[in-house]
């Protein structure tokens, strides 16, 4: 089984940063991709930023040129860096990954964080 855990969510200023993490732990033989989704209460899920295996990124349109997605291979683990924040960018920020276990059927599943919560307030 494998489980992802997020961390750093927190309050910050209007322009403010903040850094998220999310590590992956279990049974993993490769990870395809790791993303961020964020939702606000009532609100869908939507997609923040992802990246691939060999690095390729990709960010929705709200947070181009203020979020940065990045990855440690060596532990199995993808940082979101937001910057200039801004109070629309509050909600549940939750981790995503796309993972292909050890078993020998080397079977590929989606996993969800718990979530970590983001505000942004003067």
């Known amino acids: 089984q494998v489980q992802l855990v997020e961390s750093g969510g927190g309050l910050v200023q209007p322009g403010g940063s903040l850094r998220l993490s999310c590590a992956a732990s279990?049974?993993?033989?490769?990870?395809?991709?790791m993303g961020w989704y964020r939702q606000a209460p009532g609100k869908q899920r939507e997609l923040v930023a992802t990246?691939?295996?060999?690095?390729?990124?990709n960010y929705a349109n709200s947070v181009k040129g203020r979020f940065t997605i990045s990855r440690d291979n060596a532990k199995n683990t993808v940082y979101l860096e937001m910057n200039s924040l801004k109070p629309e960018d509050t909600a549940v920020y939750y981790c995503?990954?796309?993972?292909?276990?050890?078993?020998?059927?080397?079977?590929?599943?989606?996993?969800w964080g718990q979530g970590t919560q983001v505000t942004v307030s003067s």
């Open positions: 990246i691939t295996s060999t690095g390729t990124t």
């Open positions: 279990g049974r993993i033989f490769s990870i395809n991709a």
């Open positions: 995503k990954a796309v993972i292909r276990d050890y078993s020998t059927s080397r079977a590929v599943y989606t996993y």
